[in-house]
């Protein structure tokens, strides 16, 4: 997420002195300087930024995308740099005394109550909250930790998880607000306000809540957007933020436009840095880098109006083996970007927060139909191949609750895969040469079911069979093994990447002699 900053300043001509925790920072090639401290080290940074400036003058300390808002206004504070004060950024990175701000200045966010960890969480309940709910540690990011919860057990396993998650071992559950969210940026310099871009987030998996992705500019009206503009801005004078950079999360709510955060940064999640300027032409990057040197932050008038979609994939849980069609997502029409964070060797989970997540693709078109269009083609020429035979992988496709790929697919189709053997013929002869067959399953092909990348069954068993090598078995045959129910349910689990995987164990275990037992096992 420096990327963009780290390069607009190098364009500028600024010296770039890059901190990061990680001794194999992404942009650390690219800076002039680059020192390893942790984020959360303040004192750290600190003295990194005092044995800068005797070489050189040290004009302003910046990120983006990242929590750490209150370690770069400590050091901006202690050297006498433009910026924010640490008690104002500090408001906007612990959510209780966030919330507290917005409750004082009667800005519309969720009642909350805060919990250390001490007694029966369910005594939470008795300060006027009601299900749903939702929990938080009060200082981490990316939704980790963060959970709906519906009842007093749930309330107890999603406080305890969360305290593991925050730093100062400190939860929040606040009440649940239902609607729509959207994803606000804002510049402040000397009080005044702007908000630079307004985008439609797009979340799933509950009770966890991932961003999917998201959409630049939102397709909601002008006077709903005029409304959450104006609650924002509420919540950022409510912290306190005259100088910097603000970043909301509003949900549109029955009762109206509701603060869910504010972060004193720009966005993270892609936006900031490529979706509003791929969608504006304006470097809002560009112009909270100027306002933490402390000159103003230029012309935020958009050069032009075209739509940027975000989508991430996912993996479902295990081993990464091998990842198909980057350079095909990439030479997609429309793609502008393509991030990948997984590998082969790679453990990959089902994501419960928005770190979890394998990578995105970035498209931008004149319309909002050609810019979603172009980023789900990106996304569907990608492929993650897991390690055969993984415990994890079987058990999430074969024995787990939880999401399904397919989750919208009609009740009658997900009759007739329990109604099906799983498999037929004989197992001991599944090795022989040429493509494992699959038994159809009836009227998949018209089927308007879409995975969770956007992708239509049809189109999931199509690549499934092509990279898994199989085929889908016609009239009759004299194969000796055709696999029926496990191979649909593989597939409305786990999509086009559950396919493969039970492809490329059935033909690994049948090719040491194992089959039975790995079938016995589904």
Same mark, same amino acid.
């Given at each position: 997420m420096q990327l963009p900053g780290v390069r607009i300043a190098r364009s500028k001509g600024w010296r770039v002195?890059?901190?990061?925790?990680?001794?194999?920072?992404?942009?650390?090639?690219?800076?002039?300087?680059?020192?390893?401290?942790?984020?959360?080290?303040?004192?750290?940074?600190?003295?990194?930024?005092?044995?800068?400036?005797e070489s050189t003058p040290l004009d302003g300390v910046f990120t983006a995308g990242t929590d750490f808002s209150s370690s770069v206004a400590w050091v901006a504070e202690k050297m006498g740099l433009p910026g924010m004060p640490y008690a104002v950024a500090m408001r906007?990175?612990?959510?209780?005394?966030?919330?507290?701000?917005?409750?004082?200045?009667?800005?519309?966010?969720?009642?909350?109550?805060?919990?250390?960890?001490e007694g029966d969480p369910a005594a939470i309940l008795?300060?006027?909250?009601?299900?749903? @709910?939702?929990?938080?540690? /009060?200082?981490?990011? *990316?939704?980790?930790? &963060?959970?709906? +919860?519906? %009842?007093?057990?749930?309330?107890?396993?999603?406080?305890?998880?969360?305290?593991?998650?925050?730093?100062?071992?400190?939860?929040?559950?606040?009440?649940?607000?239902?609607?729509?969210? @959207?994803?606000?940026?804002? /510049?402040?310099?000397? *009080?005044?306000?702007? &908000?630079?871009? +307004?985008? %439609?987030?797009?979340?799933?998996f509950p009770p966890s809540f991932v961003e999917m992705g998201h959409t630049m500019p939102t397709d909601l009206d002008a006077g709903a957007v005029r409304e959450a503009e104006d609650v924002f801005r509420a919540g950022i004078r409510a912290i306190g933020i005259d100088n910097g950079a603000a970043k909301g999360d509003i949900k549109m709510t029955p009762r109206g436009p509701m603060i869910g955060e504010i972060a004193a940064r720009l966005s993270g999640g892609y936006m900031s840095g490529w979706t509003f300027p791929l969608s504006s032409g304006v470097e809002v990057t560009e112009a909270a880098m100027n306002?933490?040197?402390?000159?103003?932050?230029?012309?935020?008038?958009?050069?032009?109006?075209?739509?940027?979609?975000?989508?991430?994939?996912?993996?479902?849980?295990?081993t990464v083996e091998q990842l198909w069609g980057l350079d095909d997502a990439k030479g997609s029409p429309g793609v502008a970007e393509v991030f990948s964070r997984v590998a082969p060797g790679s453990e990959v989970v089902f994501p419960a927060n928005n770190v979890e997540k394998c990578g995105n693709v970035i498209a931008v078109a004149d319309t909002r139909g050609e810019a979603v269009d172009a980023a789900e083609r990106g996304i569907a020429a990608i492929g993650i191949r897991l390690r055969p035979l993984t415990k994890t992988t079987s058990r999430f496709l074969f024995h787990e609750a939880g999401h399904s790929a397919f989750a919208a697919a009609p009740l009658e189709m997900l009759a007739a895969v329990s109604r099906m053997p799983p498999f037929k013929?004989?197992?001991?002869?599944?090795?022989?040469?040429?493509?494992?067959?699959?038994?159809?399953?009836?009227?998949?092909?018209?089927?308007?079911a879409r995975d969770w990348h956007g992708m239509r069954l049809a189109e999931a068993v199509r690549i499934a069979l092509l990279h898994g090598d199989g085929a889908m078995r016609t009239g009759r045959s004299s194969r000796p093994f055709v696999l029926s129910g496990l191979f649909w349910r593989a597939m409305l689990r786990g999509s086009a990447q559950g396919g493969v995987y039970l492809l490329d164990s059935v033909r690994h275990a049948a090719s040491q002699g194992r089959l039975m037992e790995f079938l016995a096992e589904l």
């Open positions: 002195i890059l901190v990061d925790g990680n001794p194999d920072a992404m942009a650390r090639q690219l800076a002039d300087r680059f020192e390893v401290v942790d984020l959360k080290d303040k004192e750290g940074l600190l003295a990194v930024a005092r044995v800068c400036a906007a990175t612990d959510k209780s005394l966030m919330r507290e701000a917005f409750m004082k200045a009667g800005v519309p966010s969720p009642r909350f109550t805060a919990w250390t960890g008795g300060s006027g909250l009601v299900f749903p @709910l939702v929990v938080k540690p /009060v200082d981490n990011m *990316g939704s980790r930790g &963060v959970r709906r +919860v519906d %009842d007093e057990t749930a309330l107890a396993d999603a406080c305890r998880g969360a305290l593991r998650l925050s730093r100062s071992s400190r939860v929040i559950v606040e009440q649940f607000m239902d609607g729509r969210e @959207l994803s606000l940026d804002a /510049v402040v310099y000397r *009080g005044e306000i702007t &908000v630079c871009g +307004v985008a %439609d987030r797009h979340i799933f306002i933490a040197v402390g000159i103003p932050p230029g012309n935020l008038a958009p050069w032009y109006h075209r739509t940027s979609a975000e989508r991430a994939f996912l993996s479902i849980p295990g013929g004989d197992p001991v002869r599944a090795a022989s040469p040429g493509s494992l067959l699959m038994e159809p399953l009836p009227g998949f092909e018209r089927s308007e």
